[in-house]
């Protein structure tokens, strides 16, 4: 093939070689909630910057929409979450799909490429893949922890699934699909002007910045021993189950060192609220050592109390690898409605709830689930976790487990598509 015949932005040698560029490339794209629509926009960027044919077709939210998509309709459509809900839903779920394989149709996509949302995006992918449509799936469903068995419904609707974590790719390399470990995007998008910056400066500019701080710390200059993140959780749900046990724990604490402070970083202002409220409720001495803050003009708000804090105190979830890779120490706390517990051990595989953990196929932080997420038990692991010994050892092997993320999260989605794509599909 003469190069005249390779479209520019696509003569890069890591991308291989392709079908001359004879007419633009159609993708479909869904994604089905708000975190979706980050990461559809990050694929999309990158995509861009490979293709300037490229025509987006789907359903996304405003920073797809930013990247060319003419949305089909709100992505909030799609956004049902809870069993009662999704039931209720159905019939425009339903009719959904219904709307977007049709629009898929008449602008004869060459591509789909389905952003999470496994339960929609997989049922769309399974009736396009018979058409020739090369299908993607960004975002495994979590077979590697429960239900293996689902790999066939995902085989028979996709060619490539793209995985955020490489503890993912085992089982699809066992039922022998393709299956590329692309990286969370939070290992491209954490600043690492948080981890470089000394920590006193960093906790300065903090508090320069937000008057709620100011006013906390006023009274509190030179007179702090150690700064503890909290984050309870992002839903109501969970503030409500897990705060209550956090500041069981904290109460204690603060008993052992009166000079020990607090902070709690809320998605928004109606979360602060709610946190507030549950605050209020307590003790003189544990409402004057916490403070609750929302910061509406810095987007990764949460990122800058986390990292300068000394250690952090949060509930499982996206947040633990968010502190891992700030290279922050913490303890995780979690806690479900018992029957639900109880169902999720039966169902799931995985020895550990929280990222790190399984990331290092070891205990590297601790874990306090269900009976034994006590008042108790919450000071006495924080206060051991601040002892220097514990705490460098942690943070040691904190370091090492996101090394070997970084390692092996070393493909490019947009590379790894376009590759798979051209080799796959009848785009010509």
Known sequence: MPDSAIPSKLSDTRLGSYEPKTKPLVIGIVAGEVSGDSLGADFMAQMNNLRDDIIWVGVGGIQMQAQGLQSLFP????????????????????????????????????????????????RVAKKL??????????????IWAWRESRIHGIKAATHLVLCLFPFELPVYERHNHPAICVGHPLLRTIDQVLIETPMTQLRSELVWHNDGLQQFFIERFDAVSQLICVMPGSRRG??????????????????????????????????????????????????????????????????????????VMLASGTATLEAMLLERPMVVIYQLNQLTYRIAKRLVKVPYVALPNILAGDAIIPELIQEQATGDNICRTVMQL?????????????????????????????DSVIQQGFAQSNYR
Not at 83 to 102: N, Y
Not at 129 to 142: I, N
Not at 391 to 409: F, G, H, M, N, P
């Open 75 to 122: 992505l909030s459509r799609l956004a049902v979450m809870g069993l009662i809900e999704v039931m209720s839903q159905l019939p425009d779920l339903f009719k959904a799909r219904r709307e977007l394989l049709t629009a898929f149709d008449r602008a004869n996509i060459d591509w789909f490429v389905g952003i999470d949302a496994p339960d929609f995006n997989l």
């Open 129 to 142: 893949k018979p058409k020739g449509v090369f299908c993607v799936q960004y975002v495994s469903p979590s």
């Open 386 to 414: 601040l002892q220097p010994r514990a705490y460098d050892e942690q943070l040691s092997a904190l370091v090492e487990t996101k090394r070997i993320l970084q390692q092996q999260s070393n493909h490019n989605p947009a």
């Open 238 to 311: 969970e503030i409500t189950a897990i705060l209550p046990l956090m500041l069981d724990g904290i109460q204690k604490l603060i008993l052992l060192d009166p000079k020990l402070c607090f902070i709690i970083p809320t998605v928004d202002q109606n979360h602060q609220y709610i946190v507030q409220d549950v605050i209020d409720k307590r003790s003189e001495s544990l409402r004057a050592a916490i403070v609750v803050v929302y910061d509406d003009s810095l987007p990764t708000f949460s990122q800058q109390a986390m990292a300068a804090s000394d250690m």
